[in-house]
């Protein structure tokens, strides 16, 4: 649509690539747990900073600090959004991270772990809240789903540094080692990266916004795509809050965005990622949790970047409902694999099938429900509007990421870990007809082409 440089971007790629730097760091506070719980839980005081092992209220609130800040982050978002652009809001939004990892270095009283679980919710909500959009308007249409992704390429590779160091180094050291990408990201993206032309006109910046696209797009003639951008910011311009209630498509995307991210957490994604050595443990697996776990982690990076590679060639739909499907089929084999063992059945013969199924799961979520929804959410909504639809759809994200989260060990105590992943084995067979059926495709659409398709009658 726009002319091409037939140069590389190589400063649209550094820019996505340093401001998902603090996406890294934030990856590792999800299975931040996994591997300091079972410290926590010691009676060996030279692992156990507090000196006593913890108790199960007591678990479940560290694990569940994090999705109440997730939650409380929005509103603080939003807010920031009326003052300052989305490069210095992911700036601002990352530094309670760096204070969480200082804290953490000292800690050996049980507040210090709830007060730095919040703080990685404040900053980790903030961040999925922000950077999606950041990256999709400094985005070219024909790979915005590709750069979409590294979000989730970044995340899975954070994670996966809590199951690679977190067993095997104190406390201290594992905070050190947590600080150091943030330490980066102030200094790469801080310092070099430039900020979102949608922002910088929407405050009257027109200037800046021509040199930040220039930059971006290796390209002085970047006119025609300004005009553009100016075009879809203006016809936007007269959505208010409201209109995502009244208004056809924004209602539509509206719907959209809450549905897959209430897919995405009742997946039990948020709860498997906090309990990994926990699951391994209950199914009694001969391979060492800490080793099982880190398995895991690395087939979450892998399939992620599959995905990332993808995104732009099958489209979003398809990488959703395959993503559903495998969830539902792995969700499906836990469940009978924890029954016939809570029933008394010899599952010696399948021991190998709780470790498989959790690879087939973490494999089938991270090729499409785990980073798709935020790349969608940052493509269906209008500039004028998308701050508030952020709000409202990253809300139910962490609200219903808490409820998981809180409830999942008390369901394991009532009804059966077996019982638990076939609840959720189930609403990813609903999942995944809801994608096929109703979700549309975005890709290589540009921001107005989507919301054309979005308000067509159906």
Same mark, same amino acid.
């Given at each position: 649509?726009?002319?091409?440089s037939?140069?590389?971007?190589w400063?649209l790629?550094f820019?996505v690539?340093s401001a998902?730097l603090?996406?890294?760091a934030?990856?590792g506070?999800?299975?931040w747990?996994?591997?300091?719980l ?5 009676e060996?005081f030279?692992?156990n900073?507090l ?5 199960v ?7 569940s600090?994090?999705q109440l800040?997730l939650?409380?982050?929005t509103?603080?978002?939003l807010?920031l959004?009326?003052f300052f ?5 992911l ?8 204070l969480?990892h200082?804290l953490?270095?000292?800690a050996?009283q ?13 900053t980790?909500?903030s961040?999925?809240?922000?950077l999606p959009s950041?990256v ?10 590709f750069?979409?992704t590294?979000v989730?390429?970044m995340?899975a590779a954070?994670?996966?540094v809590s199951y690679?160091?977190?067993p095997?180094?104190?406390l201290l ?5 947590n ?12 310092l /070099?990266s ?5 922002d910088l006109?929407?405050? !009257?910046? #027109?200037?800046? $916004?021509?040199?930040s *696209? +220039? ?6 003639n970047v006119e ?20 995502? /209630?009244r208004?056809r ?5 509206l719907k959209i !965005?809450m #549905?897959l991210m $209430?897919?995405?957490? *009742? +997946? ?5 990622l906090?309990?990994t050595?926990?699951i391994?443990l209950?199914?009694?697996s001969?391979?060492?949790?800490d080793?099982?776990?880190?398995v895991v982690g690395g087939v979450?990076?892998f ?5 990332s590679r993808?995104?732009?060639?099958m489209?979003?739909?398809? *990488?959703?409902v395959i993503?559903?499907t495998l969830?539902?089929?792995s969700?499906?084999?836990l469940s009978?694999y924890?029954?016939?063992?809570d ?7 399948i021991?190998?099938?709780?470790i498989?199924?959790?690879?087939a799961y973490v ?8 980073? *798709?929804?935020w790349?969608i959410l940052?493509?269906v909504?209008?500039s ?5 639809a952020?709000f409202?759809?990253?809300v139910?994200?962490?609200v219903?990421?808490l ?6 060990s008390y ?6 870990i ?14 995944a007809?809801y994608?096929?059926?109703v979700v549309p ?11 054309i398709?979005?308000n067509v009658?159906t």
């Amino acid at each position: 649509m726009f002319e091409k440089s037939k140069s590389i971007n190589w400063l649209l790629y550094f820019s996505v690539f340093s401001a998902n730097l603090a996406v890294f760091a934030s990856g590792g506070c999800w299975t931040w747990t996994s591997p300091v719980l079972p410290k926590l839980k010691s009676e060996d005081f030279s692992v156990n900073v507090l000196g006593r092992p913890v108790t199960v209220k007591e678990e479940a609130w560290i694990v569940s600090f994090m999705q109440l800040g997730l939650i409380c982050s929005t509103p603080v978002s939003l807010l920031l959004h009326k003052f300052f652009t989305k490069k210095n809001i992911l700036l601002i939004v990352t530094v309670p991270l760096v204070l969480t990892h200082i804290l953490l270095m000292f800690a050996d009283q049980i507040v210090y772990f709830f007060v730095a679980r919040f703080f990685m919710g404040m900053t980790t909500g903030s961040l999925w809240t922000v950077l999606p959009s950041y990256v999709a308007e400094i985005a070219p249409d024909s790979n915005r789903g590709f750069l979409g992704t590294i979000v989730g390429v970044m995340g899975a590779a954070g994670s996966m540094v809590s199951y690679l160091v977190g067993p095997y180094v104190s406390l201290l050291t594992f905070s050190i080692v947590n600080l150091i990408p943030l330490v980066l990201f102030f200094i790469f993206y801080g310092l /070099f990266s430039p900020d979102s032309p949608y922002d910088l006109i929407i405050k !009257g910046k #027109l200037a800046e $916004a021509e040199s930040s *696209l +220039s930059k971006l797009r290796c390209n002085s003639n970047v006119e025609k795509e300004l005009n553009h951008i100016s075009s879809s910011i203006n016809s936007g311009n007269n959505k208010t809050f409201i209109d995502l /209630f009244r208004d056809r498509g924004l209602k539509k995307a509206l719907k959209i !965005g809450m #549905l897959l991210m $209430a897919f995405q957490q *009742l +997946s039990g994604i948020g709860a498997v990622l906090s309990y990994t050595e926990t699951i391994f443990l209950m199914a009694g697996s001969t391979i060492r949790a800490d080793i099982s776990a880190s398995v895991v982690g690395g087939v979450s990076l892998f399939s992620v970047i599959i995905s990332s590679r993808l995104i732009d060639t099958m489209g979003r739909k398809i *990488l959703l409902v395959i993503s559903c499907t495998l969830a539902f089929i792995s969700l499906s084999a836990l469940s009978v694999y924890f029954l016939l063992s809570d029933n008394g059945v010899d599952t010696s013969p399948i021991f190998w099938l709780p470790i498989v199924s959790l690879i087939a799961y973490v494999l089938g979520l991270n090729i499409g429900l785990a980073a *798709l929804p935020w790349v969608i959410l940052g493509e269906v909504f209008s500039s004028n509007v998308k701050n508030s639809a952020s709000f409202i759809v990253c809300v139910t994200n962490y609200v219903i990421c808490l409820g998981v989260t809180i409830s999942f060990s008390y369901l394991v105590q009532l009804a059966g870990i077996g019982s638990t992943f076939l609840v959720f084995a189930v609403i990813m067979l609903a999942g995944a007809i809801y994608c096929y059926t109703v979700v549309p495709e975005t890709k290589g659409k540009s921001f107005q082409d989507i919301q054309i398709m979005l308000n067509v009658k159906t």
